[in-house]
């Protein structure tokens, strides 16, 4: 493994890094905050080491797989650590625990807090913890890439180890051309849904900060009640459209750009995420109806929980954890699916749920016509072989973590409900779950041990497991 090559750029991802905290740095001086000395502070630790480790000499130019993984595992972990020193600094936690715990929901975009108070916070802090939701979203290191051929390197295989889905690419030849153009969408998107926000009624610092949380699909709210507090229709509708949006394939959204209209609609992943997110608001809102006694109202509250929880973001209008049974259930299987592929949203994703439906659909078929040699085909492509193991490996991988983690929650004084939805909702990168960790509580009552194995759980899940697991197998470090 050419070490220095992974040094160099990880010490150009904290650059990166150190030159987004000048945001925040700019806003606690506009409201004239004490804070903005915790991130001059953390703005010249993390240039100066990232300057540092960009001095490392590279022996290639060329990002291989080996590096590839090593640089987004490492890299992830350590944007997570610098990025935790403006909470400590500003005495917002007293420990850095806590404080690693709330920056890794934040770039992994789960929404996951261990704030007690989140209004009583300054504006350059709440300002910090969104944008790590933004930066997160579409991938820190995917920014970093569109820079990386200034700097003499360029590599797929760094976009293929943090992007989400099965079977990542690029969408034009040059791959630092993709990057930006998929961060000119996600811009447009960010642009857009500020000024609704804003013309709905909320204030323009919330607007920012919720639009962050947003299209990133993180769930950080500025607000004790998350988006309860405002009790607001048209805030309701603004983030859950553009939280949908965030859910889509971003691909989709270049090929509507190039005049490919047809292009959204005929995809069958979109035709599936569409169909999982209707069918479920319906149900819910006939089940949450008697309660309400209003099916307009309950048609609202199901279709934002529906929407923030398929795609993982987390916002919440109600403690949905009172909801019936039937309805709670949807919301535990939908944590499980997230949204699109090349999204921003966690979870399985849509697509690899289509294969395995597929794939078991040709095992039922093959029992009966045991010679027949059956292709598994979605949107009239067919899915290789390969791709297709690889998401059965995947789910299976995921559902055994997901079991593993639960079970070791429970040796932590936690309830069935409150474990198992914390492990879904940290490697689906939700946020709230049910219970203890529901949309009226928060993490911070959790043991030191669950925080820690929690926030590598969230790591775990935003880089979709393998691209964590490999760095730990003997096989990775053997020439």
Not at 398 to 427: K, N
Request: hydrophobic letters at 50%.
């Amino acid at each position: 493994m050419d070490s220095g090559l992974v040094l160099k750029t990880i010490g150009h991802l904290l650059i990166v890094e150190a030159v987004f905290m000048i945001a925040p740095l700019g806003v606690s001086i506009y409201y004239g905050e004490s804070d903005f000395k915790a991130f001059f502070i953390a703005i010249l630790i993390t240039a100066f080491v990232g300057t540092i480790l960009s001095f490392s000499r590279a022996r290639k130019e060329a990002v291989r797989y080996k590096e590839g993984f090593m640089i987004v595992g490492l890299g992830w972990l350590l944007i997570s650590i610098f990025g935790a020193i403006p909470f400590l600094l500003a005495g917002t936690f007293d420990n850095f625990i806590d404080a690693f715990f709330e920056t890794v929901s934040g770039f992994t975009t789960t929404g996951a807090s261990v704030l007690k108070d989140i209004e009583s916070q300054p504006h350059g802090i709440l300002f910090w913890r969104s944008l790590t939701h933004w930066l997160g979203g579409m991938g820190v290191l995917v920014f970093t890439l569109s820079l990386l051929p200034a700097v003499g390197m360029s590599s797929l295989n760094i976009l293929k180890a943090e992007s989400t889905g099965p079977t990542p690419g690029k969408l034009v030849p040059k791959i630092a051309e993709t990057a930006r153009i998929l961060y000119i969408i996600y811009i447009l998107l960010t642009g857009l849904e500020i000024i609704f926000l804003k013309i709905g009624g909320m204030p323009l610092f919330d607007a920012v900060t919720h639009t962050f949380a947003t299209v990133g699909t993180g769930g950080f709210s500025t607000k004790n009640k998350s988006i309860a507090a405002y009790n607001m229709p048209s805030i309701e509708w603004v983030i859950m459209i553009f939280t949908f949006l965030a859910g889509v394939n971003f691909s989709l959204y270049y090929d509507v750009l190039m005049g490919k209209f047809k292009s959204l609609f005929k995809d069958r992943e979109f035709q599936f995420y569409c169909t999982v997110i209707g069918i479920a608001i319906i149900l819910i809102t006939i089940n949450i109806t008697d309660s309400w006694g209003n099916i307009l109202l309950s048609f609202r509250q199901a279709a934002f929980q529906v929407v923030t929880i398929i795609t993982s973001t987390g916002f919440a209008t109600l403690d949905y954890s009172i909801w019936p049974a039937f309805s709670k259930m949807i919301l535990f299987i939908l944590m499980f699916f997230g949204g699109c592929a090349g999204s921003t949203s966690g979870g399985i994703k849509i697509l690899r749920v289509m294969i395995v439906f597929k794939y078991i659909k040709r095992e039922f078929y093959k029992l009966i016509h045991p010679n027949s040699v059956i292709s598994i085909r979605i949107g009239g492509q067919t899915i290789p072989e390969n791709v297709v193991q690889n998401v059965i490996a995947f789910v299976l991988l995921y559902f055994l973590i997901f079991a593993g983690l639960s079970l070791i929650l429970l040796t932590q004084d936690m309830d069935l409900i409150s474990s198992t939805s914390a492990v879904v909702a940290s490697l689906s990168n939700i946020g709230p779950g049910f219970g203890s960790v529901g949309p009226a509580m928060n993490y911070a009552g959790l043991t030191t041990f669950t925080k820690i194995l929690l926030s590598f759980t969230m790591i775990l899940g935003r880089l979709e497991i393998y691209t964590v697991l490999i760095l730990i197998t003997p096989i990775f470090w053997k020439d």
